[in-house]
């Protein structure tokens, strides 16, 4: 079973060189931390940053360079800043080639719920609707299941959406699954945990074809 920085270990493996990335609040922020240094990557955060580095050292923190989740970030050579609108121009105009966002709910056709729980204090919408609407390429990173042990992984989303049909992938703590037109596909189990496992937590469809591989991190 992975914990939140493994969860980032294996999405940085879906970054390829030369891309664009925007990474959501919470568990994406990490995913800078373990890209390979062999490859030029441009992280882009829709509070107006592009070329965020990893997180800063203790001691080594700038609070005035911060990412969407005002969380202190480092900045790479030739790292630039600018205002919302040219932000989101990127993020509209599809220059964007990988968005990886947390998510409350991923439904089995791919719709996502991440940014509100009725009754409950949440951050809000933030930049979510127009990156799920702008996108072709999705990965949510989250836990597999909730605080109660319930599934995230659902048939249809039970939270208001952020996007429909639009998540290509999930990495979770137990499993890498890939949105298909018949359900969640398992790609990969994380280490120490089996199918059955997986399958219990998934209350979504959940397609298995052969043997599935132990992931790699």
């Not at 202190?72 to 966002?101: E, K, N, Y």
């Not at 919408?125 to 042990?149: F, P, Q």
């Not at 999930?170 to 699954?177: E, G, R």
């Amino acid at each position: 079973m992975l914990d939140k920085n493994g969860i980032a270990k294996r999405i940085a493996k879906e970054v390829k060189d030369g891309y664009y990335v925007n990474l959501g609040i919470g568990i994406p922020t990490l995913v800078a931390n373990f890209v390979r240094d062999d490859i030029s990557v441009e992280f882009q955060s829709e509070n107006g940053v592009l070329g965020m580095g990893p997180f800063p050292f203790e001691g080594e923190e700038d609070a005035d360079v911060i990412n969407a989740g005002k969380q202190t970030i480092t900045t790479l050579p030739g790292a630039s800043f600018f205002d919302s609108a040219l932000s989101f121009g990127m993020i509209r105009g599809q220059h964007v080639h990988l968005t990886i966002l947390g998510a409350m709910e991923v439904a089995e056709n791919g719709d996502i719920a991440n940014w509100k729980i009725p009754g409950k204090m949440v951050k809000g919408m933030g930049g979510a609707m127009d990156l799920v609407a702008s996108a072709e390429n999705i990965i949510v990173a989250m836990m597999h299941t909730n605080r109660a042990g319930e599934s995230k992984l659902l048939k249809r989303c039970t939270l208001p959406l952020t996007g429909v049909g639009c998540v290509t992938k999930i990495v979770t703590n137990l499993a890498v699954l890939e949105v298909t037109s018949e359900g969640f596909k398992l790609l990969e189990r994380a280490p120490g945990v089996s199918v059955d496992e997986i399958q219990a937590a998934t209350k979504g469809k959940l397609v298995v074809e052969g043997e599935i591989p132990e992931m790699q991190i």
